[in-house]
C-alpha cells in the first residue's frame, strides 16, 4: 500500500510559478512510474505529466510541455511538478498518482492517489 501526499498548490497570478511535492509512505517508489494529473471544476481528470521509476524518462501533455517539469528523488520517496508560466486555465486540483505500468497518461492504469492540492491561478 502506498499513500501519497501532495503539497504546494495556493494562489498565484498568471504568468507565476509554483512548486508542488508528492510525498509517498508505506512503500519506496523507487519501482514505480509516477504522474501527476489535473481536474477543474465540471471537467474530467486530466493527464499532466509521468515520470519514470528511474527518472530518466518524461512524459507530457502537449499543453504542458515546456512549462511544466516533473522529476523525483527516490531517495526522498518524492516526487516534484515546477510549474512556471502559469495560466488561468491551469486552475484545478492537482493528484499525484503511482502506477505498476510504464508511463501512461491513462489515470484508470494508475494503483495509488493522493488527495489533491488545488493551484488556482488569477488574471
Known amino acids: 500500500q502506498v499513500q501519497l501526499v501532495e503539497s504546494g498548490g495556493g494562489l498565484v497570478q498568471a504568468g507565476g510559478s509554483l512548486s508542488l511535492s508528492c510525498a509517498a509512505s508505506?512503500?519506496?517508489?523507487?519501482?514505480?512510474?509516477m504522474g501527476w494529473f489535473r481536474q477543474a471544476p465540471g471537467k474530467e481528470r486530466e493527464f499532466v505529466a509521468a515520470?519514470?521509476?528511474?527518472?530518466?524518462?518524461?512524459y507530457y501533455a502537449d499543453s504542458m510541455e515546456g512549462r511544466f517539469t516533473i522529476s523525483r528523488d527516490n531517495a526522498k520517496n518524492t516526487v516534484y511538478l515546477q510549474m512556471n508560466s502559469l495560466r488561468p486555465e491551469d486552475t484545478a486540483v492537482y493528484y499525484c498518482?503511482?502506477?505498476?505500468?510504464?508511463?501512461?497518461?491513462?489515470?484508470?492504469?494508475?494503483?495509488?492517489w493522493g488527495q489533491g492540492t488545488q493551484v488556482t491561478v488569477s488574471s
Open positions: 515520470i519514470s521509476w528511474s527518472g530518466g524518462n518524461t
Open positions: 508505506g512503500r519506496t517508489l523507487s519501482s514505480v512510474a
Open positions: 498518482a503511482a502506477t505498476e505500468v510504464a508511463l501512461t497518461a491513462s489515470p484508470s492504469l494508475y494503483d495509488y
